[in-house]
T-cell receptor
Framework: DTGVSQNPRHKITKRGQNVTFRCDPI?????LYWYRQTLGQGPEFLTYFQNEAQLEKSRLLSDRFSAERPKGSFSTLEIQRTEQGDSAMYLC????????FGQGTRLTVV | ELKVEQNPLFLSMQEGKNYTIYCNYS?????LYWYRQDPGKSLESLFV?????AVKQEGRLMASLDTKARLSTLHITAAVHDLSATYFC???????????FGKGTRLSVIA
């Protein structure tokens, strides 16, 4: 499968715990995006990278959210001290011109 | 800041009927995307429209773009149950900048 891959697909965590999600983009794509989607809403942009450079991070929801793409390939999104309001689908997309989305990671904070 | 609005947000159609979903965007953008999302699933790319007057068709779906009116339409012809899903339009401010999505149109096709 040469599409965008996200892991894990589902994550249940207790409030206050840290979680990390991984995204492997399509190999030749240099841009990688993270979005969050809550029930009944469209995806909401969080941050994006061109190669290893993070070009926009002001849309990250709070300082508990951070993202990295250390070698310009895969990326991780970390949420520290999770809250119930963080429960959502976290989507990754990569682009070499047209954006393709991964299957998402569904986070449930209990 | 670019804003994208879709209407209607909910659409219940009878099988065999035609309907159009509208997508308006607030500032100039050089491309417009349509995605489909099934419940609990991710986004499937349907169309990318790159120029004024662009029209693309796939099966019972046809998308068009009018950049002067800042309007895209997704037309459904002779709807079938398999088309039931949520449809999103999205646009970047420019080029490869992040996409701004509409709220989606939840389509339900009933017999």
């Amino acid at each position: 499968d040469t599409g965008v891959s996200q892991n894990p697909r589902h994550k249940i965590t207790k409030r206050g715990q840290n979680v990390t999600f991984r995204c492997d983009p399509i190999s030749e794509h240099n841009r990688l995006y993270w979005y969050r989607q809550t029930l009944g809403q469209g995806p909401e942009f969080l941050t994006y990278f061109q190669n290893e450079a993070q070009l926009e991070k002001s849309r990250l929801l709070s300082d508990r959210f951070s993202a990295e793409r250390p070698k310009g390939s895969f990326s991780t999104l970390e949420i520290q001290r999770t809250e119930q309001g963080d429960s959502a689908m976290y989507l990754c997309a990569s682009s070499g011109g047209i954006a393709f989305f991964g299957q998402g990671t569904r986070l449930t904070v209990v | 800041e670019l804003k994208v609005e879709q209407n209607p947000l909910f659409l219940s159609m009878q099988e065999g009927k035609n309907y159009t979903i509208y997508c308006n965007y607030s500032t100039t953008s050089d491309r417009l995307y349509w995605y489909r999302q099934d419940p609990g699933k991710s986004l499937e790319s349907l169309f990318v429209l790159l120029s004024n007057g662009a029209v693309k068709q796939e099966g019972r779906l046809m998308a068009s773009l009018d950049t002067k009116a800042r309007l895209s339409t997704l037309h459904i012809t002779a709807a079938v149950h398999d088309l039931s899903a949520t449809y999103f339009c999205a646009a970047p401010n420019s080029g490869n900048t992040p996409l701004v999505f509409g709220k989606g149109t939840r389509l339900s096709v009933i017999a």
